[in-house]
T-cell receptor, first 112, second 114 residues
Framework: SQQGEEDPQALSIQEGENATMNCSYK?????LQWYRQNSGRGLVHLIL?????REKHSGRLRVTLDTSKKSSSLLITASRAADTASYFC????????????FGRGTQLTVWP | DAMVIQNPRYQVTQFGKPVTLSCSQT?????MYWYQQKSSQAPKLLFH???????NEADTPDNFQSRRPNTSFCFLDIRSPGLGDAAMYLC?????????????FGPGTRLTVL
């Protein structure tokens, strides 16, 4: 079964604006990862945040994690048309066996 | 460049006709995964190999099998494809199991069942 839900399911913004996507999950976790998928392609790893971390940055990406609320957010600042893609969060459900369980994703469209 | 390669990118098969999808990697990673992704849905883990050890997800149908003849290659066999098996099939690798291992994905094979 699906691990989490991303919110919103679809997001449409103009270039230069910030995009915020949220992810909720149901079980304990060791870490949470965010991936991007361009249309009809494989997934690309963006960032990993461990359960003892609250915030992490990578370039224009900022990820937060609130384990008490079982939620995470991905912020993309100063968005570009090339950021148009689906964004998925994935967790390990507390397992150390390397499996990842993905949410349904947020489809982000950035208009030039 | 080190990468994960999937062939073919598009596969059309007939209802009930066995089909094999292939994945190869030049990353020399220990773990290889197969995911099924239906339209607008989350990628769903089918199974994975840690080296030669096969690990099936509990809800993966028996219709789906996998082989890993060596470190570089992994195959997904669908014995009798049904219309509900039409999906994108994603292969991924990771260096190891355990916490915090990033997964590297191939471009996927889109399977159509007629």
């Amino acid at each position: 079964s699906q691990q989490g839900e991303e919110d919103p399911q679809a997001l449409s913004i103009q270039e230069g604006e910030n995009a915020t996507m949220n992810c909720s999950y149901k079980t304990s976790i060791n870490n949470l990862q965010w991936y991007r998928q361009n249309s009809g392609r494989g997934l690309v790893h963006l960032i990993l945040i461990r359960s003892n971390e609250r915030e992490k940055h990578s370039g224009r990406l900022r990820v937060t994690l609130d384990t008490s609320k079982k939620s995470s957010s991905l912020l993309i600042t100063a968005s570009r048309a090339a950021d148009t893609a689906s964004y998925f969060c994935a967790t390990d459900r507390g397992s150390t066996l390397g499996r990842l369980y993905f949410g349904r994703g947020t489809q982000l469209t950035v208009w030039p | 460049d080190a990468m994960v390669i999937q062939n073919p990118r598009y596969q059309v098969t007939q209802f009930g006709k066995p089909v094999t999808l292939s994945c190869s990697q030049t990353l020399n990673h220990n773990v290889m995964y197969w995911y099924q992704q239906k339209s607008s849905q989350a990628p769903k883990l089918l199974f994975h190999y840690y080296d030669k050890d096969f690990n099936n997800e509990a809800d993966t149908p028996d219709n789906f099998q996998s082989r890993r003849p060596n470190t570089s290659f992994c195959f997904l066999d669908i014995r009798s494809p049904g219309l509900g098996d039409a999906a994108m099939y994603l292969c991924a690798t990771s260096r190891d199991l355990g916490q915090g291992n990033e997964q590297f994905f191939g471009p996927g094979t889109r399977l159509t069942v007629l």
